[in-house]
């Protein structure tokens, strides 16, 4: 489940508790990277929660521009209500991927969508908020390339006190 050519892009993100809960499932999700740009996270930051302590495997970088980090072999994924883009059900992830989520009061700017090599919407009534569609997203890729049932991975990530078993 190795997710290494793929990078969360947060646009602007304001709220700490949205942020650590995109880095506890890039954790899940062995996503190595998360991009922000703006400056309101840098303010509130000190606040995050990020309850498996995943920011200190995941690179977290402000920087001022996606495009100019991306490499060139990357796709750009823009994830916002956009007319004319492509339902996260019927979409295929690219094996590398930059997935760019707008900020929680806005929408991603008309020259990011302009790049894209993807745009990308949930078909919801209404907008999730940023945590949950990040983790919609990243479970969605990883449904879509899920191969083989290991009880392994469940002993691997379940907590200390959890023993179950699906009775014979």
Same mark, same amino acid.
């Given at each position: 489940m190795k997710n290494n050519e793929v990078t969360i892009c947060l646009t602007n993100p304001k709220s700490p508790s949205n942020v650590g809960a995109i880095l506890r499932a890039a954790g899940c999700y062995? !996503? %190595? =990277?998360?991009l922000y740009t703006g400056n309101r996270y840098n303010k509130a930051k000190k606040h995050a929660t990020d309850t498996q302590n995943v920011g200190s495997d995941i690179a977290v970088r402000h920087v001022e521009s996606f495009l100019d980090e991306k490499p060139k072999d990357v796709k750009l /994924?823009? !994830? #916002?209500?956009v007319e004319g883009a492509t339902p996260l059900p019927t979409f295929e992830h690219p094996e590398k991927a930059y997935y760019v989520f707008g900020p929680e009061d806005g929408s991603l700017k008309q020259d990011i969508i302009n790049e894209a090599d993807y745009v990308v919407?949930? %078909?919801t009534i209404g907008s999730l908020n940023l945590a949950a569609?990040?983790? /919609? /997203?990243?479970?969605d890729r990883a449904a879509k390339s899920f191969t083989e049932h290991? #009880? =392994?991975l469940i002993r691997e990530s379940r907590d200390v006190n959890n023993r179950l078993k699906v009775p014979a």
């Open positions: 062995q !996503i %190595p =990277e998360l /994924v823009c !994830i #916002d209500f919407y949930m %078909p569609a990040a983790n /919609v /997203v990243l479970y290991s #009880d =392994e």
